[in-house]
């Protein structure tokens, strides 16, 4: 765990004194502090972006730490935001990027012990006529905003990382390509060492070709940082990005997909502990996403029609599969554990689950209600920051991609398994049972048959007659050799 800036630490220190944490207390929020900054630079989140305390907090219960203790880190890092975020906010961003207005109450003052003690001297005022370089909320257009002294260690690239979001956001992509372009831009600033008001196109060209060359970075990551760089200049410096000028594309190349038999299938399923085996079988048996099957929830389950409908897939897709026949048993035992939870939940006056979007503002007592539980839900409670609130999520990726080794391992299946050999398994078997590749592709939901026909090299060609040479066939004369 890296050590935190002393600046940064003594001045957190100071204030949370100030508002009268307790003095064997005030060292437990250093401590949370510095988990939450080693777990942003693990996992590439911004430090200033709430949703990452969110994460940070879910990643909490999924140790298993007590709600006392994730209620005093969420009370830590929200301290650390309410000081941080204001700065980082006002420091000005690239000129290319356009002013937005802000809410209408300005942001409040930040207390005078955050106060850096060589604090820069305020910009001077621009004469009349000039465009004002940044304006804050509630100002008037004609006033230029006075900037606040920065963070400590606050760079002019958390205001673009806060524009990315935005825009994403605009284009209701997935949280995850987010945090995947926010990971690529703070690489690129880092590599390039220049605010971002100074970046060219031969700053990206030198950044891809250092992947290429210098990391050796397959295709697909090095298209994915061409990609996010592209996110960045366009919608956030509102530049083009002029691909033709000697940036070249990485040629992706196709791997064969590792693909287990049924025997090993059933092996691993065997060796996993519940719920873990039945999270396998779904996979397998309906050929989800591992985010797709955890983010099923009871309204998901059609048993009386047999069919499963997966909300929300790749690419924001509906799609319905047939729920296996063998699972069904297993499938409503689980499912009554689950509605012993539930209401062992609405018992202790719980706030309920998560829900998607806006539709906890929409629908107020929708996260209680029976429909709108997880079907895999966490073992612990998750809080909510803003509201104090205790609600359930559901089972965390990283549980289940473990309980997929170590049941793979104690299987001793000598291929590499996770849980996304599962779904190719589930579309090569299809393949062997001799459906055809449109019903596989809109099973899977694949949008492009060409993504779906690479599972055409998974499974062995069959033919009616044994293998012969063309020339044994007939398929050309050929004159016998005269004899001598």
Not at 92 to 108: F, G, H, L, T
Not at 193 to 200: A, F, H, Y
């Amino acid at each position: 765990m890296k050590p935190l800036d002393q600046t940064v630490r003594d001045a957190f220190l100071a204030e949370a004194r100030r508002r009268g944490v307790a003095a064997g207390e005030v060292w437990d929020y250093v401590k949370w502090l510095r988990y939450y900054l080693d777990f942003c630079d693990k996992y590439r989140r911004e430090t200033l972006d709430r949703d990452s305390l969110q994460a940070f907090l879910l990643k909490l219960a999924s140790k298993n730490q007590s709600a006392e203790q994730q209620a005093q880190a969420a009370r830590s890092v929200r301290l650390y935001l309410e000081l941080a975020a204001p700065r980082a906010a006002a420091v000005p961003a690239v000129s290319a990027i356009e002013p937005r207005a802000a809410p209408p109450a300005p942001p409040p003052a930040a207390p005078a012990a955050f106060t850096p003690q060589a604090a820069p001297p305020a910009q001077p005022r621009p004469p009349a006529g000039a465009k004002p370089a940044v304006i804050v909320g509630g100002a008037r257009p004609d006033r230029v905003a006075e900037p606040k002294a920065p963070w400590p260690g606050a760079s002019p690239w958390d205001a673009v990382i806060v524009r990315i979001k935005e825009e994403v956001k605009v284009r209701q992509y997935s949280p995850k390509t987010f945090d995947a372009y926010a990971g690529w831009v703070r690489q690129f600033a880092g590599f390039a060492g220049k605010p971002p008001d100074g970046i060219v196109m031969q700053d990206v060209k030198d950044f891809l070709t250092h992947l290429a060359v210098d990391e050796r970075v397959v295709a697909s990551t090095q298209n994915q940082a061409f990609n996010a760089l592209l996110f960045l200049f366009r919608h956030v410096f509102k530049k083009e990005f002029d691909a033709a000028e000697g940036i070249v594309r990485a040629r992706r190349k196709r791997h064969i997909p590792v693909v287990l038999s049924s025997a090993e299938v059933e092996a691993v399923v065997a060796q996993a502990a519940y719920p873990y085996g039945l999270v396998i079988g779904l996979l397998y048996g309906c050929g989800l996403r591992l985010f797709e099957c955890l983010n099923l929830r009871v309204q998901c389950f059609n048993f009386d029609d047999g069919m499963l409908t997966v909300h929300d897939g790749k690419g924001k897709k509906d799609r319905t599969v047939p729920l296996p026949k063998v699972l069904v048993p297993e499938l409503r035992a689980h499912l009554a554990r689950v509605g012993n939870l539930y209401r062992r939940d609405l018992r202790d006056g719980f706030g309920g689950v998560f829900l998607p979007g806006a539709l906890e503002r929409k629908y107020r007592n929708a996260p209680r209600e029976w429909i709108w539980q997880w079907f895999f839900p966490a073992k612990t409670l998750t809080l909510v920051p803003e509201t104090g609130a205790r609600l359930r999520y559901h089972l965390h990726e990283s549980h289940v991609q473990k309980a997929i080794h170590q049941a793979a391992g104690q299987a001793r299946i000598t291929k590499r398994v996770t849980a996304h050999t599962f779904r190719h398994t589930f579309a090569s078997h299809l393949l062997l049972a001799n459906y055809d590749i449109r019903t596989i592709q809109e099973m899977l939901g694949h949008s492009d048959v060409r993504t779906t026909m690479i599972y055409t090299h998974t499974v062995p060609s069959r033919t009616q007659k044994e293998r012969a040479s063309p020339l044994d066939l007939g398929a050309c004369a050929r004159p016998a050799n005269p004899a001598p």
